[in-house]
């Protein structure tokens, strides 16, 4: 796993702007994920996005149907990519978001082949610099989410630790170990139920 060298810092939208710790962990490796769509009654449009391990389900996530067919035709899960994990301290423990990190090149691909004429014209985006614009380092990926996690705070392995917590809840989830046990997809049913 890789992480972040120090915790995240974000804003949570409460009225006194509190930040709060929240790391991102990442496979090393690329990981073999199959996506597929899935009837669900309580998502949207009673669709959902379904992220399989082996076989396993591991995630999924209410989408509109005609993105999880445009995602499925785009052929972005066809080799294996690396999973990430956005984790943060909030009631009833640990939320965490899991995303698919596609390279970016892929998606631009996809969208000059739909459209290509596009590539021909010039983007008022590519011209507009200033000798005050620095160079900055874009991430080479765009992120997918794949669906939502909690960790309830009594079942926390790492308490003290949330890097370490995150990078367990990553590992469990990519090896089908104690993480994604009944507690969990209850959760994960809750939190589709509120949608």
Request: aromatic share 6%; charged share 30%; hydrophobic share 40%.
């Amino acid at each position: 796993m890789a992480m972040s060298d120090d915790p995240l810092e974000f804003n949570t939208g409460d009225d006194e702007h509190e930040s709060r710790p929240a790391v991102f962990v990442t496979t090393r490796e690329p990981v073999a994920l199959t996506v597929a769509p899935l009837d669900d009654p309580r998502a949207p449009e009673s669709s959902a996005l379904a992220s399989y391990i082996g076989g396993r389900l591991v995630a999924r996530s209410a989408m509109p149907r005609e993105a999880i067919d445009r995602l499925i035709a785009l052929k972005l899960f066809e080799a294996p990519l690396p999973i990430g994990l956005f984790a943060y301290e909030e009631s009833p423990g640990l939320q965490c978001r899991l995303f698919a990190l596609v390279p970016r090149e892929k998606l631009e691909e996809a969208q000059h082949a739909d459209e290509p004429w596009k590539a021909s014209v010039p983007s008022y985006e590519a011209g507009a610099t200033s000798d005050e614009d620095e160079p900055s380092e874009a991430s080479p990926y765009e992120t997918i989410l794949l669906g939502h996690i909690v960790r309830f705070a009594s079942d926390r392995q790492h308490p003290d630790d949330l890097a370490a917590e995150a990078v367990d809840i990553l590992q469990k989830i990519l090896t089908g170990g104690d993480a994604l046990k009944d507690a969990d997809a209850r959760a994960i049913d809750d939190l589709l139920d509120s949608l």
